[in-house]
């Protein structure tokens, strides 16, 4: 059964940070790419980091380019995204998701940056 499971969000101050991870299951995680998306209230999901099969290439939406790192494990199956000098405007739900043929979306880990 394909799963994905993310964690790692919480409440946290301008200026600081976050790690979320993403463990995915029940495929082989090391052929996709892996993508972390953001989703606000009342928008549509956004793709905020992308890294490749190897993890040797990545990429980031203009947004968090400097602040956010997207790194992965293809042994434990998990993706990270290391988040620092978080704003307030980085508050969102974020979700992992493969590409090209994404799966069904996890719960999704809140992340609320705030003083």
């Known amino acids: 059964q394909v799963q994905l499971v993310e964690s790692g969000g919480g409440l946290v101050q301008p200026g600081g940070s976050l790690r979320l991870s993403c463990a995915a299951s029940?495929?082989?995680?090391?052929?996709?790419?892996m993508n972390w998306y953001r989703q606000f209230p009342g928008k549509e999901r956004e793709l905020v980091a992308a890294?490749?099969?190897?993890?040797?290439?990545?990429n980031y939406a203009d947004s968090v380019k400097g602040r956010f790192t997207i790194f992965r494990d293809n042994v434990k199956s998990t993706v990270y995204l290391q988040m620092n000098n978080l704003k307030p405007e980085d508050t969102a739900v974020y979700y992992c998701?493969?590409?090209?043929?994404?799966?069904?979306w996890g719960q999704g880990t809140q992340v609320t940056v705030s003083s």
């Open positions: 998701n493969r590409s090209p043929v994404r799966v069904d």
């Open positions: 029940g495929f082989t995680f090391s052929i996709y790419v």
């Open positions: 890294i490749s099969e190897a993890g040797s290439s990545t």
